[in-house]
C-alpha cells in the first residue's frame, strides 16, 4: 500500500490519471485479437447451406448470451450463426453438428488419431475443462471439420450425409 501511495504522490496529478486509467482498461495481451469473418468465405459457406437445404439464421434468443457464438436447433435442418466472432467458423462448427445428428445419427466420422493430430493444444485444454465426456467427441470433431476450407468442407458434408452413410 505505501508503494502505492508513494507511486502516486511522485507521478503527480497527471500521472494519477494515467495510473488509473490504466487500471480500468485492460489491455489484451496475450489474447489473441477477436476473430473476423472472411466475406468471401462466408458467402461460399452461406450459399452452400442454403442449396443444401438448410436454413441459416442470425437471430435467435439465445444469441444475447454473450458466449455463445451459434447452435444447431437439433431434429431441424437449420443453423443459429450470432453476429459475433468468425461467423464462418461457427457456422462450419454448429452445421457439423447437424451432420452429425441428421446424417450420421452420432456416430463418429473422424477417427481418434485424426481428431487427436487436428486439435489446437487450446482447444483441447477447453475441451478438457468445459465439455462433459458424453459429448466431448461430437465438440471434438466439430471443432476438427470447422478448420476445413468452404470447398472441402462442403464436400464432406455432401459425404457424410449421403444416402449411404445414414
Known amino acids: 500500500m505505501n508503494v502505492c501511495l508513494a507511486a502516486v504522490a511522485k507521478a503527480g496529478r497527471s500521472g494519477l490519471f494515467s495510473l488509473v ?4 482498461i485492460p489491455l489484451p495481451f496475450g489474447r489473441p485479437p477477436a476473430p473476423r469473418t472472411d466475406p468471401a468465405t462466408w458467402a461460399l459457406l452461406l450459399a452452400g447451406f442454403q442449396e443444401r437445404g438448410i436454413a441459416v439464421v442470425a437471430e435467435h434468443p439465445r444469441c444475447s448470451e454473450p458466449a455463445l457464438y451459434g447452435l444447431y436447433v437439433r431434429g431441424r435442418r437449420e443453423v443459429v450463426v450470432c453476429q459475433r466472432g468468425d461467423r464462418s467458423d461457427t457456422l462450419r462448427h454448429e452445421g ?4 452429425q445428428s441428421l446424417c450420421l445419427s452420432g456416430r463418429p466420422w473422424l ?4 481428431v487427436d493430430r487436428k486439435l489446437s493444444r487450446r482447444d483441447q485444454r477447453e475441451l478438457a475443462v468445459l465439455v462433459a465426456p458424453d459429448r466431448w467427441w461430437r465438440e471434438a470433431e466439430a471443432r476438427v471439420m470447422a478448420q476445413l476450407p468452404p470447398d472441402a468442407y462442403l464436400a464432406v ?5 449421403a444416402p449411404t452413410h445414414r
Open 21 to 24: 486509467l490504466g487500471f480500468l
Open 111 to 114: 477417427d481418434r488419431g485424426e
Open 96 to 99: 457439423w453438428h447437424l451432420v
Open 157 to 161: 458434408l455432401d459425404q457424410a450425409c
